[in-house]
């Protein structure tokens, strides 16, 4: 079982005061920690997991600059195989549709039974280059999975669905998966175990590397672009309690007799 | 267009949400609404949904009694072609996440996944969507020429009342043939009950990613028992098996109502929001000024919930007891 895991490198941005660059098109990232994208730390401990029962090779690639090598650094301490990296400047501005064909090229060049990406990203959440690849790339696919088991030529996936709900499907290899998070519990990776695959080529490809044409990929090769961001209009909002937790205890113990029938 | 969207004999909110929207988008471009309804045997949602479009365009085949991406985009490619809509609505749900974006792909059309505002101007579209977990908002717009898709985040568009419109049934035959799928439909599952029926609760205390560890856990324990509430949490608690999923509030796990709901370390994230959302009064505490949770909150507290937590757990006690 040859498996492709597309990854990417995002900043963290939950419990963190973000503000807006000049530009107004994005988020000020100096000084933000970045790690690899929570939906794909899942999926490329799935593809480890199905790598040690059944075999095989789990090739990991990512669409980024220099700085996501780290992310793929940690998907070799994880036990990937190899890395490959996707860089070129006429990449910038690309949306999920041009991402994903940037992607479909480069895994024409790789032999593959199975591909899993994240559902989606924490930063643009387009959650579409999965599914979208696997169109370009002329496969079947299944998004939003939480369960997988490799039969013969096929795959037996659940995908979720609302209010707990799973819908069960059997699919023929080639895939491509994309994986929702709580799948499993993605390893720790040590300090020593990035140390001891710090030396690892990390092939790069880039656009003429790619057989790829300059109005494919970047903005021009996109279908949506982003004109500016702004802070989302606060509707009411919440009336913000002030103290000390003293005084704030006496206030939600008030509320709870108030409105939640505490006596 | 709106692809209309149904499971297990239920036509599903994000349906009349989509068409809500659709009619005023169509309204403003000066074009008739369409629904496009896959399925079997669903006369009956046809009949629900012919108020509120010109046409419903109705496939029935027993090959669409469940949803599966293969067929869907079949059938859609096929009356796509044919109707030539300028603009398809498909929900940003479990099930458009899975086929819109290859549908997309098959039509040549742009796509805009997880719309939570979408304005037209002659043939320019400018649409919003959301970044950063929710924490910032974004004006987007399309580079290519239309036709164009859109998928919508549930819950974003209300569904208003306008006067009813006569919609016409139209019978679409299906292209399905019996040729054999790559991906095949085996069955639903439901997600194991949990001991306690979050539910039923009428006082929820709900942790988030903020508890940091399951061993910080017994501590909210401790305080929603002081104040008779019962324990819940949002998704990625359950991710990391913390708690289990029947805790879990929000679009993948249980939508409660209880009269008090307090939020802890959560961010908001509007999965959750939708899950607890029709709580009486919420209670947000959050280290982040910033959170979103904030603004689906009645009362909200900015500290940190390893010091505020155990406060509260001690003072409900003493409370209680004077």
């Known amino acids: 079982m040859n498996i492709i895991v597309c990854i990417k490198r995002v900043p963290e941005t939950t419990d963190v005061d973000i503000f807006i660059d000049k530009s107004g098109k994005d988020i000020d990232k100096s000084g933000l920690v970045f790690d690899l994208n929570e939906w794909d730390s899942y999926a490329i401990e799935e593809a480890i997991l199905l790598k040690e029962k059944l075999g095989g090779t789990v090739t990991v690639l990512s669409l980024g600059g220099e700085d996501s090598n780290e992310s793929l650094r940690k998907c070799l301490a994880m036990g990937a195989d190899d890395a490959i990296r996707l860089t070129d400047p006429a990449f910038n501005g690309s949306d999920g549709f041009a991402t994903a064909k940037v992607l479909a090229e480069a895994i024409r060049e790789v032999p593959f039974d199975l591909i899993l990406t994240g559902t989606q990203a924490e930063d643009d959440g387009y959650a579409q280059v999965g599914v979208v690849l696997a169109e370009l790339l002329g496969i079947s696919h299944a998004a939003l999975v939480n369960r997988i088991e490799v039969q013969d030529k096929k795959v037996k996936v659940h995908r979720e669905l609302e209010g707990g709900l799973e819908e069960v499907f059997e699919i023929d290899l080639p895939a491509v998966l994309t994986i929702q998070t709580g799948i499993n519990e993605p390893r720790y990776v040590s300090i020593m175990g990035i140390r001891k695959v710090a030396k690892k080529e990390i092939k790069t490809f880039g656009t003429s590397d790619l057989n790829l044409k300059l109005e494919e990929v970047g903005l021009s090769g996109s279908n949506i672009r982003l004109e500016k961001v702004f802070l989302p209009p606060v509707g009411e909002g919440a009336q913000m309690l002030e103290g000390k937790p003293e005084e704030l205890a006496l206030t939600v113990f008030n509320i709870l007799k108030d409105k939640g029938g505490l006596t | ?322």
Request: hydrophobic share 45%; with cysteine; charged share 25%.
């Open chain 2, 1 to 322: 267009m709106v692809i209309a969207e149904h499971r297990r004999g239920e036509l599903r909110d994000i349906t009349w949400e989509m068409l809500s929207k659709g009619r005023q988008l169509a309204e403003s471009m000066g074009a008739d609404l369409g629904v496009a309804l896959l399925g079997k045997g669903v006369n009956p949602f046809a009949d629900a949904l012919k108020s509120k479009a010109k046409r419903v365009f109705v496939v029935d085949d027993e090959r669409l009694e469940v949803y599966n991406s293969e067929t869907y985009e079949k059938v859609l490619i096929q009356l796509i072609t044919e109707r030539k809509p300028s603009l398809i609505l498909v929900g940003h749900t479990a099930t458009g996440m899975d086929f819109a974006p290859s549908l997309s792909v098959r039509l040549k059309m742009p796509l805009a996944t997880d719309c939570i505002g979408i304005d037209v101007d002659g043939e320019n579209f400018s649409l919003i969507r959301q970044l950063y977990g929710g924490k910032i908002n974004a004006s987007a717009s399309f580079l290519k020429q239309g036709p164009y898709m859109v998928s919508v985040r549930p819950g974003a568009f209300p569904v208003m009342e306008k006067e009813p419109l006569t919609g016409e049934i139209v019978s679409i035959p299906s292209p399905l043939t019996d040729e054999g799928l790559a991906k095949r439909f085996i069955q639903y599952v439901e997600a194991a009950v949990g001991e306690v029926d979050i539910t039923q609760a009428d006082i929820l205390v709900s942790i988030g990613r903020g508890i940091k560890d399951a061993e910080n856990i017994p501590m909210v324990k401790e305080f929603a028992d002081a104040i008779g509430g019962v324990l819940a949490c949002s998704r990625p608690v359950v991710d990391k098996k913390w708690l289990p999923k029947g805790c879990q509030v929000g679009t993948s796990g249980k939508t409660v109502k209880p009269k008090v709901y307090i939020a802890i370390g959560i961010s908001g994230a509007f999965q959750h929001v939708a899950g607890m959302k029709g709580a009486g009064t919420v209670i947000a505490i959050n280290k982040d000024p910033k959170a979103p949770i904030f603004n689906a909150a009645h009362y909200g507290i900015v500290a940190d919930l390893f010091k505020i937590v155990p406060v509260l757990r001690d003072k409900m006690k003493e409370f209680r007891k004077s």
